[in-house]
């Protein structure tokens, strides 16, 4: 019998530390071979992690509610094999998951940086005033113009002024000190931690709002037919067992926009000076989670039927709310939709989601009085707004693009072919 230590792993998504959820096992417990021992929260969803190991559980290391850095032992398995990780003392190789690969570990211990950078680079940015040499490319020179950053402020121990070091240093500028803590009353106060996809939307949040000049379209539409489509499909058997919405409508709408201005879907390339005309659409749907805010994605929706989307969607929006997407499919997002009506809100200006160029936000569907045909009736409307980069996008390509979008809604006769 030998006692082994089970590593917290990097569950494939590159991060450096977790939140232990929950232990499925307790001290004493006999376990086989990849059955479930816990459950971690990353920055992006929730994930079980099975046992590399079969034996009893002699300890668990970590309590439940701790962040910890992957490679930090976990757990102590008595165990009769006698594994390669045991074999070698020295290393602090993770033990081999199911489903997970083998990964060299920096022993847990972070990096500690000498300022807030958003865009970690890996290297030292201090923030102060310095008169000696400034080395940066003309580019970083003109971003930091436009940011309003003074580049003496700027001291990179690694080398030339980066892209990334004047982004930091904005978003440095632009951080607001709270009051002292004597102006509050403790004794009412509740102190929420910043961490997990909290952590991680605020993180890309900021990146985004700092690099992206966002602009925002908005406009409103009736949508009597879009309503009248949705109770169609409801009663049709092609859409057995799928929940149609007028997300789903808008989806479609949105997909097919993006076929016909694919510039809409690009990405900008600040490494290569490229922008990136994706010639696939990996629709994103911002959801409202227990663990907060999630953009999982539907991959390749442009190649579905308008059942198959009306799955996908189904099946995104369940497994978002239980806090169970997995990983992979919170990745490659391309264009996103946020719809903010079901919470009675009739429209807001989104932050795009970083490396995207355009997100559609949905306002509530509400009854209004709507000129047609020269004469006043009660319709259902709804405000759309398309926030898009504006180093990509031009005023008129975003117009015509929220335009086309409302026109398929207006009429969505359109979505029912498929070319």
């Known amino acids: 019998m030998a006692e082994q230590q089970f590593r917290l792993p990097d569950v494939g998504e590159g991060l450096t530390e977790a939140e232990i959820l929950r232990w499925y096992v307790q001290p004493g417990d006999v376990i086989t071979l990849n059955q479930m021992i816990c459950e971690i929260e990353t920055a992006k969803a929730a994930v079980e992690l099975p046992s590399p190991f079969a034996g009893t559980v002699t300890s668990l290391l970590v309590p439940a509610g701790e962040t910890i850095a992957v490679g930090t032992p976990i757990i102590s398995i008595e165990s009769e094999v006698v594994t390669t990780a045991e074999a070698e003392p020295s290393s602090t190789r993770t033990a081999v998951l199911v489903g997970y690969g083998v990964k060299e570990q920096s022993g847990g211990v972070r990096r500690q940086r000498r300022a807030v950078n958003p865009i970690d680079d890996g290297e030292s940015v201090v923030f102060e005033r310095h008169d000696g040499p400034i080395v940066a490319k003309p580019p970083v020179r003109k971003l930091a113009r436009d940011l309003g950053v003074d580049l003496r402020r700027i001291r990179n121990t690694g080398g030339p002024v980066s892209r990334n070091d004047v982004m930091a240093a904005s978003v440095s500028s632009h951080i607001v000190e709270a009051p002292a803590a004597t102006s509050y009353d403790a004794t009412r106060e509740e102190r929420l931690p910043i961490k997990g996809v909290v952590k991680e939307m605020a993180k890309a949040m900021s990146t985004s709002a700092f690099t992206a000049p966002h602009v925002a379209v908005w406009l409103k539409v009736d949508v009597t037919r879009t309503l009248k489509l949705v109770q169609r499909l409801r009663k049709d058997s092609d859409f057995e ?8 409508i808008v989806a479609a709408a949105l997909i097919k926009t993006v076929q016909e201005f694919p ?26 989670t227990p663990r907060g805010l999630l953009v999982p994605v539907i991959h390749e929706s442009e190649s579905m039927s308008l059942p198959d989307l009306g799955r996908a969607l189904m099946a995104l929006v369940d497994t978002s709310r239980e806090g169970r997407t997995p990983p992979e499919k919170m990745k490659d997002g391309t264009i996103t939709i946020t719809n903010v009506g079901v919470l009675g809100v009739d429209g807001g200006t989104p932050i795009l989601p970083p490396g995207q160029a355009g997100i559609l ?12 045909k020269g004469k006043i009736k009660i319709r259902p409307v709804c405000e759309l707004t398309l926030s898009f980069d504006h180093r990509m996008i031009d005023g008129e390509l975003g117009s015509r693009v929220l335009a086309r979008v409302a026109e398929l809604l207006e009429d969505p006769a359109e979505l029912l072919t498929k070319e």
């Open 361 to 372: 936000a949905i306002g509530q569907i509400s009854d209004a009085a709507w000129v047609r």
């Open 263 to 288: 510039k809409i879907n690009s990405s900008w390339d600040e490494a290569n000076q490229e922008i990136i005309v994706r010639g696939y659409v990996n629709l994103g749907i911002a959801a409202a």
């Open 241 to 248: 067992g799928v929940r149609v919405s007028p997300l789903l």
